[in-house]
């Protein structure tokens, strides 16, 4: 008997689920190897790449007592904080070993984690991560650059995971991650108002009020949030990104010189996020599973961030993933021919939307 599509998916990831930690180890160990090998260049690179130069700047401000946000380093004090701490200790080659060793970490990780819903065994699953790795032009761009997205998502999509089994490392996840690169406000509202399938929902919005939490403390017991909060909410927005509140900006300045604020847009979308989960999980008879709240999360997160480009965005791979497994589960029940050649069709459009993304930059005229 075929399984529908959502049962399919259900049942992929329960199969990834189960596997002992020793397999899940040795892909990850795989897919670090791979990024090793294919993008070795940038990550044992001597000098530092266009973004560490950023953040080795900000660091020195930082440690020197200096001000960070007087030029394009749009990310929490914190971090700055942190980073100006391993400055001081480990000098420029340490820096730039942590960040490219948490950089690569988070991106074999995100990658594995968006796998565990494709039907396939652990070596198809673990071909398919590695083509990402070897073969996105997403990818490429973020270790080229030295941006840390990838150590924010890997940790982001796992702590989502985690949060209704596991809500204390969830939030610490979720919390530190917040800290480092802003993608997870989007994705803690939505862990706070849609129900989880079984009775686990006080642990999921348990993870996500400490992780807000947790992200709070450290930013209000760090000096320059202001500052930060300024050139996230206007001056950041008008850099060349592909987030919506920069469509926004654009169509509104075009219209009538102006725009609203990336921070009451991001504001407006997580209320709207509230809203919709909220009612949802009061008149869904059925909760949400595992992939659909982790859809959603990561999402909102990406609508709620006002500074996005090609690297960030693989913050949606596991949808991309998902989209590709129920495509592939609906050309499997097909019965005759013309139906056969639609799902073909389907499968096509998918990964090409899938491309899409992942071509984002460049071939997108963002470059331009």
Known sequence: MRAWPAVQLRRSFCTWQTWPARRH??????????????????????????????YLVAFAARAAGEPVYTGIFFYPPPFADAGAWLLERFGTTGVLAVLRAINVAGLALLVWIAAAWLPLGWRGRVLAATLVIALSPAVRLGLQWGNLSFAVAGPLVLGVLWAARRPLTSALMLGLGLVIKPLAPGALVVLAVVRPRGARWSRQQTAAVLGGALALALLLATPG????????????????????????????????????????????????????????????????????????????????????????????????????????????????????RARDYEIAVVVLRALAIHLSEGVGALDR
């Open 25 to 54: 180890a040795l892909a990850l160990a795989l897919l670090l190897a791979v990024a090793v090998v294919r993008w070795g260049p940038w990550l044992f690179a001597a000098t530092p790449l266009d973004d560490e130069a950023v």
């Open 225 to 340: 949030l202001i500052d930060f909060l300024d050139l996230r909410g206007g001056k950041g927005v008008t850099a060349r990104n592909a987030s919506l509140h920069r469509v926004v900006y654009s169509v509104g300045h075009a219209a009538v010189g102006a725009a609203p604020s990336a921070l009451a847009l991001a504001a407006l979308i997580a209320l709207a996020t509230a809203a919709i989960g909220g009612w949802l999980s009061l008149r869904r008879r059925r909760a949400c599973g595992p992939a659909s709240i982790l859809s959603l999360a990561t999402t909102v997160a990406l609508l709620a961030t006002p500074l996005l480009w090609s690297h960030s965005l693989l913050l949606s791979l596991p949808t991309q993933m998902m989209a590709v497994a129920i495509a592939a589960s609906r050309r499997a029940q097909a019965e005759d021919a013309a139906s056969r």
